[in-house]
């Protein structure tokens, strides 16, 4: 279902930036060739954001240790989540972890210190590549014609930017609680 509701959004931002540079920037395109920009960049920005993804994990998993500060949330930020109302709609942003590695952030199958660890190094390696991820969008405003860069390169870029933002705010919010249960359960792992 969550699946369902991304693919949703990013069909219906494809048909509205189509739409509004047929009906209000036709200069010098026919409508099949607006219809193929649309598309063919559409497809690039997923095809760079899955490129970004399987590169960021290949890199060692030391660099995303859950204890380095980049990883560490701030007061503010649980303010913020909480202003946001983050814990009435984070169960709705699909979770494509099991898809990619194996390993659902949506759910915890084990409490075991070395489970809970690897889930915690997982949710680093996501808020690292959500965070790239949301930055392609420039990548593909700068290798098309300049006339479409602000009507049709922006807008899909901003959608990008918009549907990668969500999962970086979802593992800073997690995080923390969950490194508290890491910690409480390698304590009592030691202690047996």
């Not at 290949?58 to 701030?74: I, M, N, Q, V």
Request: hydrophobic letters at 50%.
């Amino acid at each position: 279902m969550r699946l369902k509701l991304y693919l949703w959004i990013l069909f219906v931002s494809m048909a509205v930036v189509f739409l509004c540079n047929a009906i209000f920037y036709p200069q010098g395109y026919a409508i099949w060739q607006l219809a193929l920009f649309t598309y063919l960049n559409s497809i690039a920005i997923f095809g760079i954001d899955a490129l970004v993804a399987t590169i960021i994990h290949k890199l060692p998993a030391k660099w995303f240790s859950p204890y380095k500060k980049l990883f560490r949330s701030y007061k503010w930020e649980k303010k913020f989540y909480k202003a946001i109302r983050i814990i009435d709609w984070k169960d709705k942003i699909p979770d494509t972890g099991k898809l990619t590695t194996g390993l659902s952030k949506s759910k915890i199958d084990s409490t075991k210190p070395e489970y809970l660890f690897h889930f915690l190094v997982e949710t680093c390696y996501a808020e690292c590549l959500h965070f790239w991820m949301s930055l392609v969008g420039i990548i593909i405003i700068l290798v098309n014609p300049a006339n479409l860069a602000l009507p049709m390169m922006l807008p899909l870029a901003i959608v990008n930017f918009g549907l990668n933002i969500p999962p970086i705010f979802i593992q800073r919010n997690n995080r923390p609680k969950m490194l508290y249960v890491y910690e409480v359960q390698k304590k009592r792992e030691a202690a047996c």
